[in-house]
């Protein structure tokens, strides 16, 4: 279903509220867990713990914008506020001309327990986001399916989630016949648990054989493979070399002579023959009977006899 869009398009998918609750209280457990709410790049390096709870007397009384600020500073809060407005930026697109132009990354949540002058107060700070223990969403715990978000609790609001939610011993108290999910693993730390002494005894020891494998080499590529199937092509090999080498000093002759005949010519000067190759001298007897070139004093001693 593609443009334009359609007013019966399927916009929403029905959820089981089994599943729904699950998911909740998932993001509520990752909130909870500092390496999980750094990973998601909220700045709590200075934050005295996680999750961090403030008593009622100190925080539902704030009515001023500037008093929030002095809160989140003196709890070290406010650098995650600072982080939001350093990333705000121009949106892509042409959400731009549909008042809804600048984006931001999100900031501290600020979970309550009964509406006051506290939502007035943190309203107005970039990327700060206020809910109510009683309507707890997802959307806000988990913003873009990226569990470990920043929360902020009153004391209050933090006491009402047994009620809520239960415990994994106690049904809730306002929910009907709903028990907290156990943990699957009831230790997520793998490398200590692999490292015990239980595991350990357990498991076999590895294997150290190595499996033999034979490389298969190509024989017009590698020289070594090819002389072992054929020990005469080191000897064609030479031969081609040898034979290589002669062309070439024949081609660089050529060049040679060709170049002299040419500069002759541009000088107006007839060719000179050019010198033959120097052959030995043969004795025409000699060469007749296949002696080839003789010693001179031999050929003087033979010389005499004929006489």
């Known amino acids: 279903m593609f443009a334009p869009t359609k007013t019966y398009r399927r916009w929403h998918r029905k959820v089981n509220k089994n599943q729904r609750r699950y998911a909740l209280v998932s993001a509520l457990a990752a909130s909870a867990s500092a390496p999980l709410v750094l990973a998601r ?10 999750p961090l709870i403030i008593s009622d007397d100190t925080i539902v009384s704030l009515e001023k914008t500037s008093a929030a600020v002095k809160l989140l500073t003196i709890i070290h809060a406010y650098e995650d506020v600072e982080k939001v407005k350093r990333s705000t930026k121009i949106r892509c697109g042409k959400g731009k001309m549909r008042n809804r132009r600048r984006v931001h990354r999100r900031g501290p949540l600020v979970i309550y327990d009964q509406k006051s002058t506290l939502c007035r107060a943190f309203r107005n700070l970039p990327g700060v986001d206020l809910c109510s223990v009683n309507r707890l969403s997802l959307l806000q715990l988990a913003p873009g399916g990226h569990l470990g978000r920043f929360v902020i609790w009153t004391k209050s609001a933090y006491a009402r989630l047994d009620a809520l939610y239960g415990t994994f011993g106690r049904p809730s108290t306002e929910k009907l016949h709903y028990i907290l999910p156990r943990p699957k693993l009831l230790s997520s730390d793998l490398h200590r648990l692999i490292a015990s002494d239980e595991i350990q005894s357990a498991i076999r020891l590895p294997k150290k054989t190595s499996k033999y494998t034979v490389h298969r080499k190509n ?47 541009k000088a ?10 120097k052959k030995p001298k043969l004795d025409k007897r000699a060469h007749k009977k296949g002696r080839g070139r003789q010693n001179p004093r031999k050929k003087a001693f033979i010389k005499m006899l004929h006489q």
């Open 41 to 50: 790049g909220n700045r709590i390096e200075k934050i005295p713990e996680i």
């Open 219 to 265: 024989p017009l590529r590698n020289l070594g493979f090819l002389i072992k199937l054929n020990p005469y092509a080191k000897t064609q090999r030479r031969r081609e070399l040898l034979q290589s080498n002669i062309r070439v000093k024949k081609t660089e002759r050529a060049r040679k002579i060709s170049k002299k005949k040419l500069a002759l010519k």
């Open 268 to 277: 107006g000067k007839a060719a000179e023959p050019l010198p033959a190759e």
